[in-house]
């Protein structure tokens, strides 16, 4: 059992940055994939980002490569999501989930994730 909290959504205004947390406890850290997907009102669950806890491997989705990086401090069990030039359309309540990893960050993300936060809330604003 894995329990994850995020902290760090708030409103910004376009081109601005933030940076969300997301902090994990109650099983082995290390077998774990951390990600983020976000959901926004009337749209689709997006997969944006996952980090390896293993072995470092790392998944962006194309709306967010170059913009957004993942990292974590296994010390902490902290995963971070650092988001930067961010844009109108990155408004969502952004979700942290962990699966075991099996390999690839994006399967895990996609298809492999067992517990999920509560969710964080970014607006951005234009």
């Known amino acids: 059992e894995v329990q994850l909290v995020e902290s760090g959504g708030g409103l910004v205004q376009a081109g601005g940055s933030l940076r969300l947390s997301c902090t994990a406890s109650?099983?082995?850290?290390?077998?774990?994939?951390i990600g983020w997907f976000r959901q926004a009102p009337g749209k689709e669950r997006e997969g944006v980002s996952c980090?390896?806890?293993?072995?470092?491997?790392?998944y962006y989705a194309d709306s967010v490569k170059g913009r957004f990086t993942i990292s974590s401090d296994n010390a902490k069990n902290t995963v971070y999501l650092q988001m930067n030039s961010l844009k109108p359309e990155d408004t969502a309540v952004y979700y942290c989930?962990?699966?075991?990893?099996?390999?690839?960050?994006?399967?895990?993300?996609?298809?492999?994730?067992?517990?999920r936060g509560k969710g964080t809330l970014v607006t951005v604003s234009s």
């Open positions: 980090i390896s806890i293993t072995d470092g491997s790392t």
């Open positions: 109650g099983s082995a850290f290390d077998d774990y994939a």
């Open positions: 989930a962990a699966g075991y990893y099996s390999g690839s960050p994006q399967w895990v993300l996609n298809y492999g994730m067992d517990y």
